[in-house]
């Protein structure tokens, strides 16, 4: 396990390079790329902070100021703005500045359980979280975890477990799915959200297609509400996020900067069959299947919110039930479900399927057990069924994803072509390097 000085070692530094200058112009403030937390205006230390306490710092070059903006719900939101040094020394003087915080660059370092907002001399842009663990009752929480996953119950309170505690550590793409409503798919990303506040985020489907990222790149969590990443080069680039060590974070009008990337992936969708490209043999994600609540309670989320630092406390103190097994820390085989595998089978070729379903029509019409060939065969059986394909794309099928091999040498065999009525299929013999493949092989291809 990663310590704090081995995490800061490994984070490079980052400093916004886009310089400010101090003439006055139209827009007086902006907001740097950092994210906020909701406080009820009751609970506001900035409000009732002592006035010899500086609201300001500097990092880098620049000046910022932690202000509350007021939002609809009632609650403020905490935002570091850049302010120009010349207001500053309009508004306190200019000796004002030299009483100023000075840090040389931002840094971004997780952590829930030794949270330091200065380290060295950088400034953390990861937010602390505000729950206090303490004994109590975690019903609810409870309730909904074992609704969400079942039987992986003790796997989902090992992946929160692993998120509060080793914010580092890599963990698969969890997809919830259901065509039902009333599942409790969002209010499970409500209930993260809320666990992790400022260190979540809620994007769409089209932020993952923007270069511009500087608002999720540092954060703990990114959660997709209805995502439907139908494009392949969507899900290449959330798989090859889910297990790379740094990303390239990059806003408007400012330079790119590397960074320790440390994002887990929350995704929900009302389509099972094809939410996102999953290949066969894929183990980087988990999906569960989510079935409908058996009551609708509008104060549900309330509770959960009440019971998050009980539901902290413990898993201050539970004991993982799995150890670590690969760079995702659980085995594909503890988390491969029947959801997942109706995911890979919806993404399956249109000539896979055809191949597949040609040769099992062969094989019951014929009552053999098994059927041979040369892909030449197939191509020619397959315009009968109005089906075009290139005979490189079925042999690719034959030996990439089916993984087959012909014969070495050239052999005789026996082979089909249409037949004659009542025949559906005549049998000829023919000389090839062929291909054998079995009824229990098809059947075990799950696409039927």
């Known amino acids: 396990m990663l310590t704090l000085s081995d995490i800061i070692k490994l984070l490079p530094a980052h400093v916004d390079e886009t310089t400010h200058n101090d003439v006055a112009s139209d827009e007086e403030t902006e907001v740097v790329d950092v994210e906020y937390s909701d406080i009820p205006v009751e609970h506001n230390d900035l409000l009732n902070q002592d006035d010899s306490e500086c609201p300001y710092i500097r990092v880098g070059t620049d000046y910022y100021r932690e202000v509350l903006r007021p939002q609809a719900n009632g609650t403020t939101c905490k935002c570091l703005v850049y302010w120009k040094a010349s207001t500053i020394k309009a508004d306190f003087g200019k000796d004002y500045l030299n009483d100023v915080p000075k840090y040389d660059c931002f840094c971004t370092v997780p952590s829930h359980t030794d949270y330091h907002k200065i380290i060295g001399n950088a400034y953390n842009l990861y937010e602390p979280i505000s729950h206090q663990p303490m004994p109590g009752d975690w019903s609810a929480i409870d309730g909904l975890l074992h609704h969400i996953f079942e039987e992986h119950y003790e796997y989902g309170l090992d992946y929160i477990q692993l998120l509060y505690q080793m914010p580092l550590q890599k963990l698969p793409i969890l997809i919830l799915v259901s065509e039902q409503r009333n599942t409790g798919k969002t209010t499970f990303l409500n209930l993260l959200k809320a666990i992790f506040q400022d260190n979540a985020t809620f994007n769409t489907n089209e932020d993952f297609r923007s270069k511009f990222n500087s608002d999720w790149a540092g954060k703990l969590l990114i959660m997709v509400d209805e995502v ?203 000389v090839g390097r062929y291909y054998t493949v079995t009824k229990d092989f098809i059947l075990n291809l799950s696409l039927f």
């Not at 290449?236 to 889910?242: A, H, T």
Request: hydrophobic content about 40%; overall charge positive; charged content about 30%.
């Open 228 to 430: 439907l990443l139908s494009r392949r080069e969507d899900s290449e680039r959330l798989k090859n996020l889910s297990t790379a060590t740094s990303y390239k974070m990059e806003s408007k009008g400012k330079d790119r900067n590397e960074m320790v990337f440390f994002g887990k992936f929350v995704l929900c969708s009302n389509n099972e069959h094809f939410p996102i490209v999953i290949d066969r043999e894929e183990v980087r994600y988990w999906v569960r299947k989510v079935n409908s609540l058996e009551t609708d309670d509008p104060f549900f989320m309330k509770k959960l919110v009440a019971q998050i630092p009980a539901f902290l406390h413990f898993l201050m103190q539970r004991e993982l039930s799995v150890q670590c097994e690969n760079r995702m820390w659980f085995s594909p085989e503890r988390l491969r479900t029947a959801a997942l595998n109706r995911i890979v089978i919806s993404n399956r070729s249109k000539i896979e399927f055809e191949v597949a379903e040609l040769l099992m029509d062969i094989m019951d019409s014929t009552g053999e057990s098994s059927v041979s060939f040369v892909v030449n065969d197939i191509a020619n059986l397959l315009t009968y069924r109005n089906v075009r394909a290139d005979t490189s794309e079925i042999r690719r099928l034959l030996q990439i994803y089916w993984r087959l091999k012909p014969v070495s040498n050239l052999l005789t065999y026996r082979t089909y072509s249409v037949g004659m009525y009542p025949a559906k299929y005549t049998a000829k013999t023919a």
